[in-house]
Every structure is written in structure tokens, then in C-alpha cells.
């Protein structure tokens, strides 16, 4: 049991020809995530049911390690590295949605 | 890299009063599945923005080990373990709605 820990889901949305492009990219990934305090993994999942979409499942030591790294320039440039027209396709189909969880058991 | 790793969620909705009965029941679980082929893990995680929503999260080397879990006596015995009013309580507010996820990367 690790008390506290925050998981943050963004679920996007796109073509389903776009869904390699998209997990290519976030293979290729800076990585400046992955030295920020609290950080404990990131996965991409994609559903079984509708293969476009796509989620990005984070997980933090709690909730505010998460939010200052979505304030933070390594959050900035990570996403600035997406290539435009992939950046384009998502947001054509739909913004991201995110949603926070607590762990409360495992 | 695990390749070919498979999530499965199930969204429950209950009483924000019956969520602590929840995460009991689910920490002093039989713990059958624990040794089930293929089993990875299983969290809860409880929503920030809508307390009462509970996500059952289980990790599996591949969907066919979860589809074996489905089918099995294991599985049974394990719902039949839960108090009966709790069960009640779940199946008020919303059926189960599970959704499959391959892990695509890590």
C-alpha cells in the first residue's frame, strides 16, 4: 500500500492510422517527465473497444508533484516536441480530457 | 517494454458513505486471484472529481489470462464473497462497465 499515490488519465481521441504515430512519438519522448519529482511511470493504453482512442496514464507520489509538473517548462517543452500535424489530429478529434484518481488500494 | 500487456477497468458508482465499504471489502478480499496465470496487479482508484466513482483497475500478462480469470470458479467465489447489501448498493447506482485496454507502452 502506497499511501497517497495519484494517478492522472488523458484520454484522446484520434484517426485510427494516426494511433502509431502517436505511441512512436511518445517512445521517442524527450523524457523530462521521467526526472521530475514524484514522477512513477507513465503508460499508454489503448482501447480495446474503439482503437482511436487512446489514454495517457500517469502516475505521482501525489497529486501536488503532478500539478508542478504541469506547470513546469519540462511540461512546456515535452509538448512542444510533438510534431505539428499529430498535435493537429488530435485536437480535430477531441481536446484532451483529463481525470485524477486516487489509489486507494492495491 | 512488457509487450502484450492487457488492463481491465471496471467503473463502479456508489453512495460517497458506501465507497469506504468498498475499499474494506476489497483490501480483506480472499486474494484468489492474486495467484491466478497471468495476474499482474489489481488497484482502486476513486475519482477526484466524482468521489463516488470507483475504477477497479487489473493488470494482466495477456487478455486471454483475464478471460480465463472470467470464467473461473475463483472469480465466483470472489463476488459471492461480497456482502450482500454492499452488492446491493453498487448495482443501485450503476452496472459494472468494464472496458479493456492494451498497454501499448511503458
Redesign the interface.
Known sequence: MDDGMY?SVSRLRVEIHQVDRL?DA??ARAGLVDAFPGFM?????????SPGE??MVSRWRA?ADFTAYMKSDAHQLSHDRIPADLQDAIRLERLDHV????????
Do not use: K, N, P
Open positions: 494517478v505511441i511518445f517512445r511511470g507513465l503508460e499508454v493504453w489503448r482501447s480495446e473497444r487512446v489514454l497529486r481525470t485524477g484518481y486516487d489509489v486507494m488500494a492495491r
